[in-house]
């Protein structure tokens, strides 16, 4: 195609700045849901901390194949810049959707909504955040590490064969 070579020249982040807000609206999208069934069904039987408790590790298995996904459909560079650029963008683009949803929906202000970190089931729920924006840099440190792994196996195995040619 005519002229993109030189727009990813003088764009080479927007394809983890895209992946990152595609990534943080995908997962809003399923806390928006798993949040209503944990406010409507789950926080009157358990109550609100052990709610979150519950929820947290099912949204945070979600948030890790979607960041799979975004990066994979956006071809997010497999290096530290990129991947640290994605999960930052995705932070900011969450954290502005959740306090949007506050304002709007709940009728918080800001400082109310930073205060509401401070109560266990929010301090949960900033945890998990922080854990999601880290998601795109650890799945290449997972990849980085496991294609260094198969390197020095491979490297052992023609080491064991004197002799034979390198494949």
């Known amino acids: ?42 926080v009157p039987r358990i109550g609100d901390a052990a709610a979150v408790l519950v929820e947290t590790p099912i949204i945070l298995t979600a948030s890790w194949w979607l960041c799979a996904l975004c990066s994979r459909h956006f071809s997010v560079e497999l290096s530290e810049q990129p991947r640290i650029l994605m999960g930052a963008v995705a932070l900011i683009a969450l954290m ?9 929906v709940f009728g918080r202000s800001i400082a109310q909504y930073l205060v509401s970190f401070r ?14 924006a880290t998601f795109p840099f650890l799945q290449f440190e997972l990849l980085r590490r496991r294609e260094q792994s198969r390197r020095r196996e491979l490297s052992q195995v023609q080491d064991a064969r004197p002799g034979e040619p390198t494949v």
Do not use: N
């Open 119 to 132: 109560s266990w089931s929010g301090a949960i729920g900033l945890t998990a955040q922080l854990c999601f």
């Open 96 to 104: 502005c959707l959740e306090i949007s949803l506050s304002m709007a």
């Open 1 to 42: 195609m005519p002229g993109f070579e030189g727009k990813r020249r003088f764009y080479p982040y927007a394809s983890p700045m895209k992946a990152g807000v595609v990534y943080a609206a995908a997962v809003f999208a399923l806390g928006f849901a798993l949040g209503a069934i944990r406010l409507l069904l789950v």
